[in-house]
């Protein structure tokens, strides 16, 4: 009786358990990771498109901290960041499709072409606006060509 | 006696009903002189093809560059209806439309009616394109003709009963088939430009307005945002009622695909964003002018 009593109050502890893990939305963790990454370059990459914009003056110095900044972020490893599912059906704070892990998608290819325009404006921040606003085009256009295949509308 | 009478009367009834009903869901071209005397210039053609945002569903989905200009079709919208493919409209004369004469474009575009008279699902936006100008499309054809010819066979649309009754589609025209203008009253010539832009060719309310059951587009809901198509995901209401975008801001989205936060547009909006950026400026500031002049909904009406 008192094993019967133990025992059905440890399955209950169990179950209570898996249900307090059942309120944490899936992959919380790593959305969250994700979204801070992605905030972080665009703060860099607002700084950088200010100056090219001409809403801010240039500096080659402030241009070039964000560049540096932007180009470590990129260079990040993302291996805990993207496990297989957490995708916006498993929890919608996140707007990533389940595309992105699509072979066809070839997110590390589209990755890599992210990482090579944030060198690039590594490179070129720091050597003048015109050198800055031949690299925003590129860059621009690896954020666009990764969003456009992983992301939903939100 | 009295009871056959009635059975003739009945059957006449029925007979003219159906009559009146194969008139009414008939397609209804132009007539055949609706594009008389329009000569059309490949060079403004260009720019319509870019406002119309042909490539963005006609072109591969990764297409860049002069990729865009091949349009063989094959990328799948799902919807609540059934998944559609996009045709190939490449001026290939089997696979595409290299056969289609100017007024064949516009009966398509204005009308929603093939050459061989059948109706195209809305699927292919003509309740938008249905405001467009006769020159614009003769010179969108001109210029569709001078594009790479593909000979991609296009694929059939994967729609089940009911909604496979093309017929029908004669009955949604009637409801939902218009040619008036969404935001009316006194609008200056850049908000007027701005409004043939986004409500005739850049067809932004196919998305961005919610539909009714009957997929109609519900226009006291004008761009108040709706849920994506295929299920996935909300597209944005972008009244004024929500989007609190300087006009600045709007012109550069349209044209780097940035936001004010330097978030990037994703998904279908980045492909709208590719089309958009080959736009003159002034285009892009009409745009951004008369969103500014869209009676603003409220958040997730």
């Not at chain 1, 929890?91 to 070839?106: F, G």
């Not at chain 2, 695909?257 to 330097?262: E, H, L, V």
């Given at each position: 009786m008192k094993k019967l009593f133990a025992g059905l109050t440890l399955a209950a502890m169990v179950m209570g358990g898996a249900g307090l893990a059942q309120d944490k939305p899936p992959f919380a963790m790593e959305i969250k990771a994700r979204q801070g990454i992605m905030a972080y370059r665009a703060l860099n990459l607002g700084r950088l498109g200010a100056m090219a914009k001409g809403e801010a003056e240039y500096n080659a110095e402030a241009a070039q901290a964000a560049a540096d900044a932007l180009a470590a972020s990129a260079q990040l490893d993302e291996s805990l960041l993207w496990p297989e599912g957490s995708d916006h059906s498993a929890?919608?704070?996140?707007?990533?499709?389940?595309?992105?892990?699509?072979?066809?998608?070839?997110y590390d290819g589209k990755h890599t072409e992210f990482v090579n325009a944030a060198l690039a404006m590594q490179q070129a921040a720091g050597q003048g606006l015109d050198q800055l606003k031949a690299a925003m085009g590129p860059l621009g256009a690896s954020c666009g060509s990764c969003h456009k295949a992983t992301r939903i509308p939100n | 006696m009295a009871l056959k009478r009635r059975i003739i009367w009945l059957a006449a009834g029925l007979g003219g009903l159906a009559m009146a009903a194969w008139i009414l869901l008939a397609p209804q071209p132009l007539s055949q002189d609706a594009m008389a005397g329009l000569t059309g210039d490949p060079v403004r053609g260009e720019q319509v093809f870019w406002a119309a945002g042909c490539a963005g569903c006609h072109a591969d989905f990764d297409a860049k560059g002069d990729e865009k200009l091949i349009l063989r079709g094959g990328q799948r919208f799902a919807s609540p209806f059934g998944t559609f493919v996009a045709p190939n409209i490449s001026p290939h004369p089997q696979a595409g439309i290299g056969s289609w004469s100017a007024l064949d474009l516009a009966n398509a575009m204005k009308r929603g009616v093939s050459p061989e008279g059948e109706h195209y699902y809305p699927a292919f936006p003509y309740a938008s394109y249905a405001r467009a100008d006769l020159q614009d499309i003769a010179d969108l054809h001109a210029f569709l003709m001078t594009l790479p010819p593909d000979p991609t066979p296009s694929q059939p649309h994967e729609v089940g009963f009911p909604f496979n009754i093309r017929a029908a589609l004669g009955g949604w025209k009637l409801l939902f088939l218009t040619d008036d203008w969404v935001v009316t009253g006194d609008l200056t010539e850049q908000e007027a430009r701005g409004r043939y832009l986004v409500e005739a060719l850049g067809h932004c309310g196919e998305c961005h307005t919610p539909r009714n059951a009957l997929g109609g587009m519900q226009l006291n809901l004008w761009l108040a945002g709706a849920p994506s198509p295929d299920g996935k995901g909300r597209i944005p209401n972008i009244t004024p009622g929500a989007l609190d975008w300087s006009q600045a801001d709007i012109v550069e989205y349209l044209t780097s695909?940035?936001?004010?936060?330097?978030d990037s547009a994703g998904g279908h909006m980045a492909l709208v964003v590719q089309n958009t950026a080959h736009l003159p400026e002034s285009d892009r500031a009409a745009i951004a002018a008369y969103l500014k002049r869209v009676p603003p909904v409220a958040e997730r009406p």
């Open positions: 929890n919608p704070a996140t707007t990533a499709d389940a595309k992105l892990w699509d072979i066809e998608t070839d | 695909g940035f936001t004010p936060d330097y």
